[in-house]
């Protein structure tokens, strides 16, 4: 199996005046290509920071990340391609479109960053990528405000998926959805599985990861309490903490 992604030792500690946090200790996990993992726990566990660092919007003091087998860098052409090929995407859709643009110009603004882009051929593009979503060409010419959140977060998946990335970094993106909605996003991640995208999936809600995720991680304050197979880990958990959000989420 080819490794698409492999984190060693990870580290950070953010410090604000006399205060630090540590929000990621010795972080390690390997994923395979067409794998979904899903990291789970309490609110301040430290799941976004990992998010960030591994999409290089925060650097980490210590530990290595490997794409795709290279190292991941952060600056010059190869990291733009690096980051290309793997996107993230937030809980909050509506501000991650821009209001003022069309969901066109929305989509075509992932892309012009990093290709020169042919007017028609783009639109085919879009309107494609929209279509894996359930989402039919005429959304391309609205605004995100006449959008339903699921549908704005269908639009933000399809604009990450623009420009064909292996790894998709999901952070909790169903949690400003109600419950039918966010089954229809996992229906759609589940569908972006198949096709051999790679989704590092990250939630509170354990029970989120039981169709999704083949392997989770337990994080709390920064660390790994536990990891494994899913079913494993909800029907077996080992550490208290693991049990607890069980309890807490069936
Ligand atoms: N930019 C920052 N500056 C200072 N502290 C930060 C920063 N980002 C995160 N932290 C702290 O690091 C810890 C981990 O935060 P993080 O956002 O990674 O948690 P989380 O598991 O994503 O939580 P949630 O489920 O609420 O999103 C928290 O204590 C948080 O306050
Ligand atoms: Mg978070």
Redesign the pocket.
């Known amino acids: 199996m080819t490794k698409i992604l492999e984190i060693k030792n990870l580290n950070k500690t953010?410090k604000?005046a006399s205060e630090s946090?540590k929000?990621v200790s010795n972080f390690s996990c390997q994923m395979n290509e067409g794998e979904c993992i899903g990291i789970v726990?309490?609110?301040?566990?430290?799941?976004?920071?990992?998010a960030v660092i591994i999409a290089g919007f925060v650097k980490a003091d210590s530990g290595s990340i490997f794409f795709d087998g290279n190292e991941l860098v952060f600056k010059g052409k190869a990291a733009r391609l690096q980051r290309k090929s793997m996107q993230m995407i937030f809980q909050n859709p509506t501000s991650a479109l821009n209001p003022h643009m069309t969901i066109l110009d929305n989509l075509k603004e992932a892309v012009v960053y990093y290709e020169k882009i042919d007017k028609d051929a783009f639109y085919a593009k879009a309107a494609e990528e929209l279509k894996k979503m359930g989402l039919t060409p005429e959304y391309l010419h609205r605004y995100p405000k006449e959008l339903s959140g699921g549908e704005c977060q269908r639009a933000t998946i399809a604009r990450s998926l623009i420009g064909r990335p292996k790894l998709l970094i999901c952070d909790?993106i169903t949690s400003a959805l109600d419950v039918c909605v966010q089954a229809e996003i996992i229906r759609y991640l589940l569908e972006l599985k198949k096709s051999g995208i790679s989704i590092l999936f990250i939630t509170?809600d354990i029970t989120l990861t039981s169709q999704l995720c083949d392997r989770i991680i337990v994080?709390k304050q920064?660390k790994i309490v536990e990891s494994g197979n899913t079913k494993d880990i909800l029907e077996n958990p080992v550490s208290d903490y693991t049990r607890m959000l069980v309890g807490a989420a069936y």
Do not use: D, V
């Not at 726990?41 to 990992?50: A, H, P, R, Y």
């Open positions: 953010f604000k946090t929000a726990g309490e609110s301040g566990s430290g799941k976004s920071t990992i909790e509170h994080m920064g």
